[in-house]
């Protein structure tokens, strides 16, 4: 079987089971069977493929197929540029959750975000730890990180990211601040993706995320704001004054969160839209000691 072949094969049987992007999944799952960059591919699309590369192909377009998202297949997503390890136990990092990295990225670089010798992070909800782990990555100042999240299973896979890039980063389990309580640290900076789909919607969403994303990473409760709610109404007691909170939010919930944030004592809240035009960011600064 010859590589153009079996993507040509792919490419259809994809489209038959209407998975969008039929074309690009079918190459990348070439790509990942073979290790053939679409480069070499296009120097030499007749080149064969083994028995073993051809069966497992088809087994992988099978199971995409069924609607099983490629990143469960492959085990990976890109993310800020770098590679992050998925499984069934973490949300599969988003592109528009990059406009959060950026953004904190952009606070730590100004001069008026001074802390002590290196900035606290703190990352709740961290999953697959994408945003932290990559915030730690680029930033410029000495940083510092911790992620917490309520599900074990997704710090093993935080865990595995930060050795695999070789960035330095605690994660503790816990309900939000919970395992922090006996702390006395404060943070320069609070970030947060937190599930935030009502939790009535989660029915209407698309296979691959309403069956395979973990449903924990997506409901945010009854009206969607719960740990919007919860984090906010505590950040205060876990940021020096000066510090930020900076949230993922859906395109619709701006105004909710940011007036929830300024009644909780943050000033200069802000909004930042993703690359459709839709509010995908509210961040603010902690003024006032409760
Ligand atoms: N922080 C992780 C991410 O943005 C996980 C978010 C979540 O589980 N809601 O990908």
């Given at each position: ?66 609607h099983i998202p490629l ?134 969403l698309q296979e691959e995320v309403r069956l395979h994303d ?77």
């Amino acid at each position: 079987m010859k590589l153009k072949e079996a993507l040509a094969e792919g490419r259809r049987r994809l489209m038959d089971a209407e998975i969008p992007d039929a074309g690009l999944d079918a190459w990348y799952l070439l790509e990942f069977v073979t290790g053939i960059s679409r480069a070499r591919y296009f120097t030499d699309p007749d080149q064969v493929l083994s028995e073993e590369q051809y069966a497992a192909y088809q087994e992988h377009i099978t199971r995409r197929s069924a609607h099983i998202p490629l990143q469960h297949i492959t085990g990976t997503q890109e993310f800020m540029g770098l590679e992050f390890s998925v499984n069934e136990n973490v949300l599969i990092p988003r592109q528009d959750t990059e406009i959060l990295v950026e953004q904190a990225l952009e606070i730590l670089k100004r001069k008026d975000f001074s802390s002590g010798d290196k900035a606290k992070i703190l990352d709740l909800c961290t999953g697959s730890g994408c945003i932290l782990l990559s915030v730690l990555y680029y930033c410029r100042v000495p940083a510092e990180g911790t992620g917490s999240d309520l599900s074990e299973k997704a710090l093993e896979v935080a865990r595995r990211n930060a050795a695999r890039l070789k960035i330095p980063a605690s994660f503790i389990q816990g309900d939000l601040f919970e395992s922090l309580r006996d702390t006395e640290e404060r943070f320069d900076m609070i970030l947060s993706n937190p599930p935030y789909i009502k939790s009535a919607e989660i029915a209407g969403l698309q296979e691959e995320v309403r069956l395979h994303d973990p449903v924990m990473a997506l409901d945010g409760r009854e009206d969607g704001l719960y740990f919007y709610r919860a984090i906010t109404e505590q950040s205060g007691s876990w940021l020096r004054e000066g510090g930020y909170l900076l949230f993922e939010i859906g395109y619709d919930q701006a105004e909710a969160v940011s007036s929830m944030m300024r009644e909780h004592g943050f000033d200069d809240v802000e909004i930042k839209k993703d690359l459709a035009g839709l509010d995908r960011v509210v961040y603010g600064r902690y003024s006032k000691k409760d």
